[in-house]
């Protein structure tokens, strides 16, 4: 009789303190509304063809943030975007407002959109001769403003240039005034044996910020053009349009993503740089009194890219006329709002949603870059929701437009934020592309972590996380003072509020129409959504 009395007074303890620590910690809640099958219903349809790619300000990409808003609004999370505008991309006429309006889910705004404006002409001037060429045919070009230049030829190699790997192609360039002739990608690439590719893409991050940051260095030693050259290119791998894309679907265009830029309509943008992909016919004039053979120099460069220095190339010049013609574009940014105790406080998660759009009768559906965010971001806002509890400071889940036009979308919210102040603005959590593995990354546990290194919390809090919750990623800690690169959080950082990015990996697939479900690593994204909705919680409620 006792003894069963004690295990009544223990059972019965049992039960009260897992009540109490139930009541304690409702991020258990949260935590118990993460699961797998959550992340793929939502990544399944983002990712899927309905959405077209999500290229920014396409009927895809609308339709892409009709389900994020209604997701949110599944989850019982209110708006928090632009007060009295429909849910939709019809506004609201002023007999339908309702008598107390409400945020809805959408901060609308447009861009400007360059396009191309049909009259380019370029000429080579070799020695007293001047050899005409024909847009999409010998060359094609993009360029943000009309311009007409004649300017002198350098070549720079790849004009490459890290501390990091120890290169410098740019070395006593004069580029000032001048036009740049440059091997496109990297030297190696295409060749995976090669020493070059190999010392590369050991880290594939640094090679791609390399990537970025070729056209940035021309631009500032002076240069008003660079001219790309492929090496081995010939008339028979030419870029070219598809007369027939052998599909039957009128929505799969041959568009090409790559030559619709958009920019913030709020200034004037500064000109950029004009980019000449050559054909094999305009290489040969502009080498015709050169010594170079690009051949030889993609092959050496994959082996071993020695010292080197820019060659002028004598006796020549191009000539290049361009208009474009600019519009404006619609776009909005998908946000959502859980009110804190502490109104005026708020704190951010958020990811961007736009990818490729479509080209050559191939959808770019961008699974991982960055549905996968997306839904990390929809996830989160349905475990706040979960815990039943109203937060300290108030939390805004947000999914950006424009990220692949140059961050745009959470550039223009950092300039008008739909909520109080970016002083009032504490913390900001990033997710881009947390869904894949490295092909070096065997058993599929890494993952990279940015953060503010002049807040050592940050580091102490995602620590004691991973330990406390028993998350099985292995979680690799970049601190940098000021973080910033090619994703969002460089708006927030640039504003002094401390930040915290994941991605999981820069994969092969990255930027190309491969990057889809199927190859998903879905135990890292829900390791990793577990993670940001922990860190979010702690910001959202400690002081």
Request: hydrophobic share 40%; charged share 25%.
């Amino acid at each position: 009789m006792k003894k069963s009395i004690i295990l009544i007074l223990v059972l019965t303890g049992l039960f009260f303190s897992n009540g109490i620590k139930a009541q304690e910690n409702p991020h258990e809640k949260g935590l118990e509304a993460i699961t797998v099958d959550a992340i793929k219903a939502q990544l399944e349809f983002l990712a899927s063809d309905w959405t077209e790619g999500r290229e920014t300000g396409t009927r895809g990409i609308f339709m892409a943030g009709d389900y994020v808003a209604s997701m949110f609004k599944f989850s019982g999370v209110p708006g928090g975007g632009d007060i009295g505008r429909t849910a939709g991309r019809r506004m609201m006429m002023p007999r339908e407002m309702p008598a107390q309006p409400e945020r809805t889910y959408f901060q609308n705004f447009t861009l400007l959109q360059t396009l191309p404006g049909g009259q380019s002409n370029l000429s080579v001037q070799v020695d007293e001769r001047e050899f005409m060429f024909q847009d999409n045919i010998d060359y094609t070009l993009r360029a943000s403003s009309s311009a007409s230049i004649s300017a002198e030829l350098v070549f720079i190699g790849y004009g490459i240039v890290s501390e990091d790997f120890g290169i410098n192609e740019l070395s006593g360039a004069d580029l000032s005034g001048k036009v740049a002739v440059r091997l496109s990608g990297l030297p190696g690439m295409g060749d995976e044996e090669s020493a070059m590719n190999k010392k590369l893409m050991e880290d594939r991050m640094a090679a791609f910020q390399l990537m970025r940051n070729k056209d940035s260095k021309l631009e500032e030693m002076g240069a008003l053009a660079v001219i790309e050259i492929s090496p081995g290119t010939g008339t028979g791998n030419m870029q070219g349009e598809y007369i027939d894309d052998m599909d039957m679907s009128p929505n799969e265009s041959s568009r090409n993503a790559a030559f619709t830029r958009l920019s913030l309509d709020e200034e004037d943008p500064s000109p950029e740089m004009i980019t000449v992909n050559a054909g094999p016919k305009l290489v040969e004039a502009i080498l015709k009194n050169s010594m170079i053979d690009i051949d030889k120099y993609a092959k050496d460069a994959a082996n071993e890219l020695g010292k080197f220095k820019p060659v002028a190339i004598p006796d020549t010049r191009v000539n290049i006329n361009t208009e474009v013609k600019k519009r404006r574009v619609r776009v909005r940014n998908v946000i959502a709002m859980i009110e804190g105790k502490k109104k005026d406080e708020f704190v951010v998660i958020g990811a961007h949603m736009d990818h490729m759009g479509m080209s050559g009768g191939r959808i770019w559906n961008g699974a991982d870059d960055n549905a996968s965010g997306t839904v990390g971001v929809m996830t989160i806002a349905r475990a706040f929701k979960a815990t039943g509890v109203q937060p300290e400071r108030t939390v805004l889940f947000c999914a950006w437009t424009g990220e692949e036009k140059g961050l745009l979308g959470s550039e223009y919210f950092s300039r008008n934020p739909t909520f109080s102040s970016m002083d009032n603005c504490k913390f900001y959590i990033n997710f881009d592309m947390i869904a894949r593995d490295t092909d070096r990354d065997e058993e599929g546990v890494n993952v990279g972590v940015t953060y503010n290194s002049n807040y050592p919390e940050i580091l102490d809090m995602c620590k004691r996380n991973v330990t406390d919750y028993g998350l099985k990623m292995n979680y690799e800690y970049r601190g940098q003072e000021n973080p910033r690169g090619g994703s969002d959080y460089t708006a927030f950082t640039e504003n002094g509020v401390p930040v915290i990015a994941f991605m999981a990996a820069m994969h092969p697939d990255y930027h190309t129409p491969n990057d889809e479900v199927e190859f998903v690593n879905w135990e890292k994204m829900l390791d990793i959504i577990k993670l940001g909705f922990l860190n979010l919680w702690e910001v959202a409620n400690k002081e």
